[in-house]
């Protein structure tokens, strides 16, 4: 994220001798080989998480889509269910969602867990091919279904599992539009369509116009316009509503003082000892996060390091949000890939002993762990006792949000404030 990169062309790997088993046979059909690893581990994450279990943003997706699929209203359907907090998705994201009210909890998380395990192999092969652009299609399918895999070693991938939640579906059509996977003339529309889904990823058509993308911003705005309609046009109650009183109310997803919310807001009333609303200081962070923030994107955007842009917009948006749960920094998988590429690209240019080694390593290090321990799940949390944290506490409790923002001033001094060719 820090510095220009020289590619070297990949040496092709040694030949290995195979038998004639089966072993040997699937050896010789990468594609074979390939699927049968994704069937694999999506079995494997249906195991780590089975239809047993309870994963409770799932359950707020089944009671809204059995709303709609009863003609009933979607953010009154948690009403009389134990311990259920109201559906906070627009009425498109529930028109989207009602099969999984056919399927019920059970089935439903069968049919999320696969999913999930699904793009998450198919992030880890997109940030791969952006990594190692020379690499052969094979190569980067074998390399990104080991990084997609080991993503479930970061706390907001297992957490997206475990409550049943839509993060890596949207990171993944996002990334597939953004990186260029999709016809020129309908670039734009998925970021549209995931903005009318979640609202959040609105940030990426502010990405469109910063890098002067015009045309696709337009057609994503369009997009989510059309989303927007079509949710009017088939619940207009709750559309009105949703647009016109539950957009305006951050808290509705929960409390911003707990733990979990790592966006400015959440540090910034937990730090002020309860939930302060659109204060002054949470005004200048999201001004500040935007104005330093953007003008990086801009800046790496037209140096082309495309990957780069992408993830710095991806934190400036859970920075700003009032709400971001730990589970919506799923993307510091790609982040922690593309660190630690850097790391290897200054080993190679300069050793060990030189400052950009030790300055890449050290923010390889600090967010590989931060979001490897799922560090504000360590300190102290739960019963307001965030509000009460001290010393290292602080920095645990708010880790997410103080990595997020230390990788965007890396970003800034390396893209912004130093001359074009000048090293990290």
Request: hydrophobic share 55%; proline share 5%.
């Amino acid at each position: 994220m820090l510095e220009t990169m020289t590619i070297t062309p990949v040496r092709p790997a040694p030949s290995v001798a195979v038998g004639n088993g089966v072993a040997a046979r699937v050896a010789r059909r990468p594609i074979l080989a390939l699927s049968l690893t994704a069937a694999a581990f999506v079995v494997l994450c249906v195991a780590l998480w089975p239809p047993t279990k309870e994963q409770y943003d799932l359950r707020v997706y089944v009671a809204a889509a059995q709303a709609v699929l009863n003609g009933k209203d979607i953010y009154t359907a948690h009403e009389g269910i134990y311990g259920l907090l109201g559906y906070t998705y627009p009425p498109f994201a529930a028109l989207l969602m009602a099969p999984l009210g056919l399927l019920g909890t059970g089935a439903g998380r069968v049919l999320m867990s696969s999913l999930n395990a699904l793009v998450l192999l198919l992030i880890g092969s997109m940030t791969v091919r952006q990594l190692r652009p020379r690499w052969s299609t094979k190569h980067v399918l074998a390399i990104g279904f080991v990084l997609g895999a080991a993503g479930l070693a970061l706390e907001p991938v297992r957490t997206t599992f475990h409550y049943g939640q839509i993060n890596l579906m949207l990171m993944a059509i996002l990334l597939i539009d953004l990186l260029g996977y999709l016809p020129k003339r309908f670039r734009g529309v998925l970021i549209g369509v995931a903005t009318g889904i979640k609202l959040t990823p609105g940030i990426f058509i502010i990405y469109l116009l910063v890098t002067r993308r015009y045309r696709e911003a337009l057609t994503a705005s369009a997009a989510a316009a059309a989303t927007i309609a079509i949710g009017f046009i088939a619940m207009p109650d709750a559309a009105w509503r949703f647009w016109g009183t539950y957009i305006l109310d951050p808290t509705r997803p929960g409390s911003s003082t707990l733990f979990a919310n790592q966006a400015w807001r959440g540090v910034i009333d937990r730090l002020s000892g309860g939930a302060q609303g659109i204060s002054p200081l949470w005004i200048f962070a999201v001004l500040a996060t935007l104005v330093v923030g953007f003008l990086t994107v801009r800046r790496a955007y037209d140096r082309g390091f495309v990957l780069e842009s992408i993830l710095l917009t991806a934190a400036i948006g859970v920075l700003v949000s009032p709400i971001s749960w730990t589970a919506h920094w799923v993307w510091a998988l790609p982040a922690a890939a593309l660190l630690w590429t850097r790391v290897v690209a200054a080993h190679r240019a300069g050793g060990t002993r030189s400052r950009s080694f030790q300055l890449q390593t050290g923010l390889a290090v600090l967010t590989t762990l931060s979001f490897g321990l799922g560090l504000p799940w360590i300190g102290p949390r739960m019963d307001d006792r965030e509000l009460h944290q001290h010393g290292f506490e602080i920095f645990l409790g708010n880790a997410y949000a103080i990595v997020g923002a230390i990788l965007v001033l890396a970003a800034a001094y390396a893209f912004a404030f130093r001359r074009r060719h000048s090293q990290v």
